[in-house]
């Protein structure tokens, strides 16, 4: 092979269209060999029907068929990553190897581990940021500090965007570059210890043009986004969480979309990008938020933390309906609508005062769309212990959000059947009414009582 050759290392990007770190290694080199890498430290702890492997696992069969068509193909190992990484730079005879940037702490650990035993044999990882729009140091403060407050940074990021931000990656025109190989195997879902799930039934769809073609489908009705984003029973969302994690869909072509459309509903839209740029700047400069409160005020509260409390919220069980119809959606569906998500944090940790990084775990384990930043900072908004959070004396009612959100109790009555025979107003306090239907559990907790607790345990802070 030419000496002028690198290898790119698919990680968060899983698509060939607009991919920066791709175009990079396509642009400088004359051959690119494209490796994806599963790394046992990563996939051991997960359970066998882990759904975001089986995801992960179709959009590698996707690209590989789609590598095979330019008579190239996609590398894979399964291997730790410094270990895999120096051994196919040796057998391809690379100088460089190009992946996109990833600001979670472990995955800088681990990136800084594949340099310097890329180095050690003479070749280089190459980061080049990809995953945001905008990256970590890209946009601070006048003194040159992160921003902590979203309000100013969101200000500061659209003052930043131009059309030329958004402007795709030409990735897509240089795959004549990649270097022609013959075919490697692709270790099936099995093979690498997990079950062949079905995702289709759940509505994921885990190729590149799904995500573009989820993207055009949200096009058509971004204008109704900001009346409609809150109500869980309604298509008012993208869904689009999944793609943007992963990366079978470019931010910069979902920013392209709300950028490019006039009107409250793709400024709503747009807002929520940031949000996500916003905590993902964060998780850079303050990696400690992973582990403990973004503030050190909150970190030694008291929390009782009720074992049987934290299974009866995570298994649907805690007599709110509105509660109960969210976590079980998650379970069922991998994926909860976002209010819901900062309804059922608020009632684990101000109702049923429960850790948040309890609640955070379980998120992470049955999210499609899981991302540390974004996990971490909405658990930490809901909880009142992260930067720019609700404040701690502002506790949601489930009953009075139910009542909002799901007036109907549509969207209760399509997780919680044993609650469809209810009345419109009895659906959101089953309780109050005559007699509670089929074995549905009476509530877990008085919320008025409960949140006094809380409002004293949240006073215990020094
Ligand atoms: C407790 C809690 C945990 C969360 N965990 C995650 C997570 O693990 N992964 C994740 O992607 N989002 C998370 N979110 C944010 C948000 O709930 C999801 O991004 C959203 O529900 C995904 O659905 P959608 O694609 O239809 O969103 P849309 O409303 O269509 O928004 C478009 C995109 O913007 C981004 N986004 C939207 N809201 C937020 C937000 N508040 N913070 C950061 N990014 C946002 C997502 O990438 C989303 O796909 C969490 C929120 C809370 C309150």
């Given at each position: 092979m030419a000496s002028n050759s690198a290898i790119f290392w698919f990680r968060r990007d899983l698509r060939l269209t607009d991919n920066a770190a791709l175009f990079t290694a396509l642009n400088h080199h004359e051959r690119v060999v494209c490796v994806f890498i599963f790394d046992p430290t990563i996939l051991t702890p997960l359970p066998r029907d882990d759904r975001r492997v089986a995801f992960i696992w179709r959009s590698l069969s996707s690209l590989k068929r789609r590598l095979r068509a330019h008579g190239s193909d996609l590398v894979v190992a399964v291997d730790h990553p410094a270990a895999a990484i120096c051994r196919l730079a040796r057998t391809f005879g690379v100088s460089a190897v190009y992946a996109a940037e990833d600001y979670e702490p472990d995955a800088r650990t681990r990136d800084a581990a594949v340099d310097e035993a890329l180095s050690a044999q003479g070749s280089r990882l190459e980061l080049i940021q990809d995953h945001v729009l905008f990256a970590r140091d890209q946009l601070l403060t006048r003194t040159g500090r992160p921003y902590t407050v979203f309000t100013p940074y969101k200000r500061a990021w659209l003052a930043q965007l131009s059309p030329e931000a958004w402007q795709p990656w030409q990735s897509h025109a240089l795959l004549h570059k990649l270097c022609p190989l013959k075919e490697h195997p692709l270790p099936t879902l099995p093979e690498l210890g997990?079950?062949?799930?079905?995702?289709?039934?759940?509505?994921?769809?885990?190729?590149?043009?799904?995500?573009?073609?989820a993207l055009a489908v949200f096009a058509t009705r971004i204008d109704?986004?900001?009346?409609?984003?809150?109500?869980?029973?309604?298509?008012?969302?993208?869904?689009?969480?999944?793609?943007?994690?992963?990366?079978?869909?470019s931010i910069r072509a979902a920013i392209a979309l709300a950028s490019e459309t006039s009107g409250p509903g793709a400024s709503a839209w747009l807002n929520e990008l940031i949000w996500r740029e916003f905590y993902q700047q964060l998780l850079w400069h303050f990696p400690h938020a992973a582990e403990t409160s973004f503030r050190s005020a909150y970190r030694q509260l008291p929390f009782p933390n009720r074992q049987d409390w934290f299974d009866a919220w995570?298994?649907?069980?805690?007599?709110?309906?509105?509660?109960?119809?969210?976590?079980?959606q998650l379970r069922q569906t991998g994926w909860m609508h976002n209010r819901l998500r900062m309804v059922t944090a608020s009632f684990l940790v101000k109702d049923l005062l429960i850790d948040w990084r309890w609640g955070e775990r379980h998120f992470a384990r049955w999210?499609?769309?899981?991302?540390?930043?974004?996990?971490?900072?909405?658990?930490?908004?809901?909880?009142?212990?992260?930067?720019?959070?609700?404040?701690?004396?502002?506790?949601?009612?489930?009953?009075?959000?139910?009542?909002?959100?799901?007036?109907?109790?549509q969207f209760?009555?399509?997780?919680?059947?044993?609650?469809?025979?209810?009345?419109?107003?009895?659906?959101?306090a089953p309780w109050l009414s005559h007699r509670l239907p089929g074995h549905y559990p009476p509530p877990l907790v008085d919320h008025a009582r409960q949140r006094e607790e809380a409002l004293t345990l949240f006073q215990q802070r020094p």
């Open positions: 997990f079950a062949n799930t079905d995702l289709e039934p759940l509505g994921w769809f885990a190729e590149e043009d799904d995500a573009q073609h109704q986004y900001h009346q409609q984003r809150d109500f869980p029973a309604l298509n008012g969302t993208s869904r689009l969480s999944p793609h943007l994690r992963f990366g079978t869909l995570r298994e649907g069980r805690t007599g709110y309906p509105l509660v109960d119809a969210a976590m079980r999210l499609m769309d899981f991302d540390l930043a974004a996990n971490n900072g909405g658990w930490q908004w809901a909880a009142s212990t992260g930067c720019d959070a609700q404040p701690w004396f502002r506790i949601f009612n489930p009953v009075t959000q139910s009542k909002r959100f799901d007036p109907d109790g209760i009555r399509q997780f919680v059947p044993e609650l469809a025979p209810c009345s419109n107003k009895d659906i959101h």
